[in-house]
């Protein structure tokens, strides 16, 4: 077997003769995988983790309000961008293309709504905050193509490209496209971490600070909850703040997501990955941690130029094994969140749930094209009528998975203010101005098809 030393001496050499890439990434990459094999510690002591304090996890509640004079406002916002990472494909849903270009509501995809939001906040307060996106090589061209027709918006709209990596054959460590896989299928995008060199390689980090741009508000491009706020953003300015993660309480659905937790003097983001076995319950408790992170995260740029020259963002590794037309690849990825320890006054703001609307699989596009949610101005508003605080748990069965599926098998989308749960598997259609409330379940066997009839008032049943 080669040793580290060899295989990385080795790596380098092959790296050095991928010319699809460029000499950063190329950097980028060797130092990776160096770090990886040199096998830094991603477990943490048990022993050391401490509860933040409410200096460090801040409640949105006790944020000053923003000042009343618009021209104050305008100010602030200024000095902001907003960032969507728009890296991932809608295949886990059935589309192709980008994802951020599936149809959310009223015919409106992700990118429209964020594009109508800033649209108006720029209209509102005559300021010119501008929208990035960060695109991978799989979302690239065709986001290229579709943010024309946004030419006409008072918005600038700048993309950029994450980096892109060749996946490691598994056994001897030597890059796939090395191996003759030239595709797209040799390659991968390593994670939302790389936002931080992608945004200085790429040039826009500098072009932004000459402008008088100083925080970017960066978040996933499907979660719905994750517009502007200025009360976060007046905060981070006035307290030198230079990141903030916004968490949001923990339900029994959220019992996998990181966490954060004060850990020898800095805060810092626990994933499950670090959790060493004996803990792992104790992690997805509740009552002990209490909050996750949303990927709501808010982050000065100068401190983002210094830390990205200095080399110093050197976020937990996390191995993603893969296969490739038989051939097991690994692919390492780091998480934006693990950077939170690098900052100076870095915090988490503990926000309302409703900053957290993703929409990851047909259950979700369910929530949001429901009467539970209205559209006011690109922004999806929950409906006042619904009294619990917690959505209804949805379960759709593999039919519905398909975006297109989903949307041929509802008439159009049942009213459900009241309802708490729903289970659907099998052959089920759904016809027009249906009400479902409680607890339902409808679950047809194999072979049989359910057409439920318009109108219909479904309530803690079962078929």
């Known amino acids: 077997m080669a040793t580290d030393t060899e295989k990385i001496s080795q ?3 092959s790296v050095a003769n991928l010319n699809q890439i460029s000499e950063s990434e190329k950097t980028g ?29 801040v409640p949105y509640d006790t944020l000053e309000s923003t ?11 200024d000095k902001l961008v907003v960032l969507k990472l ?29 594009v109508i939001q800033i649209e108006n906040l720029n209209k509102k307060y005559g300021c010119s905050v501008p929208l990035l996106l960060m695109n991978s090589f799989n979302t690239h061209d065709d986001t290229q193509k579709i943010i024309e027709k946004y030419s006409n918006s008072n918005i600038e709209i700048h993309t950029f490209n994450q980096s892109q990596y060749p996946r490691l054959v598994a056994d001897d460590f030597v890059p796939l496209p090395s191996k003759g896989h030239t595709d797209k299928d040799g390659w991968y995008p390593p994670g939302h971490g790389d936002v931080f060199p992608s945004l200085k390689n790429s040039g826009k980090l500098d072009a932004l600070l000459s402008q008088g741009k100083e925080y970017v508000f960066a978040a996933n491009s499907d979660n719905l909850g994750a517009v502007v706020d200025l009360k976060i953003l007046n905060h981070l300015i006035r307290n030198k703040n230079e990141y903030c993660m916004e968490v949001t309480p923990k339900t029994l659905a959220d019992v996998k997501g990181g966490t954060l937790i004060s850990y020898e003097g800095k805060v810092q983001l626990l994933e499950i ?33 210094r830390l990205v020259e200095a080399d110093a963002l050197k976020m937990e590794i996390i191995p993603n094994p893969k296969e490739v037309d038989g051939v097991k690849v690994l692919q390492l990825e780091t998480a934006a969140g693990a950077a939170i320890k690098f900052f100076d006054h870095a915090i988490g703001i503990n926000v309302p749930r409703s900053r957290f609307l993703p929409v ?35 379960e759709l069965g593999p039919e519905f998975k398909k975006v297109a599926n989903f949307l041929s098998r509802f008439k159009s989308i049942p009213s459900i203010i009241e309802l708490d749960s729903l289970k659907v598997a099998g052959d089920v259609w759904f016809g027009a101005n249906i009400t479902l409330k409680g607890k339902v379940s409808i679950v047809v066997k194999s072979g049989v098809k359910l057409e439920i009839p318009d109108g219909n008032c479904s309530s803690k049943q079962g078929n």
């Open 11 to 13: 790596l380098k050499s």
């Open 29 to 57: 990459f060797v130092s990776l995988v160096s770090r990886y094999l040199s096998g830094e510690a991603q477990q943490v002591e048990w022993s050391k983790i401490q509860t933040p304090t409410d200096e460090i996890v």
């Open 67 to 77: 000042p009343e004079d618009p021209e104050e406002t305008k100010k602030l916002l």
């Open 86 to 114: 728009n890296g991932g494909l809608g295949t886990t849903m059935g589309c192709t293309g980008p994802k951020s270009v599936i149809e959310v509501r009223n015919g409106l995809t992700f990118l429209d709504l964020i």
């Open 273 to 305: 990955a670090q959790v060493p076995d004996q803990h792992v319950n104790e992690f997805k408790s509740i009552e002990k941690f209490k909050i996750f992170n949303t990927n709501n995260l808010w982050v000065n740029l100068k401190a983002i130029k």
């Open 360 to 394: 990851k699989a047909s259950s979700d596009l369910l929530l949001v094209q429901s009467d539970l949610y209205t559209l006011v101005d690109g922004f999806v508003i929950r409906n006042p009528a619904r009294t619990n605080p917690a959505n209804p748990s949805i």
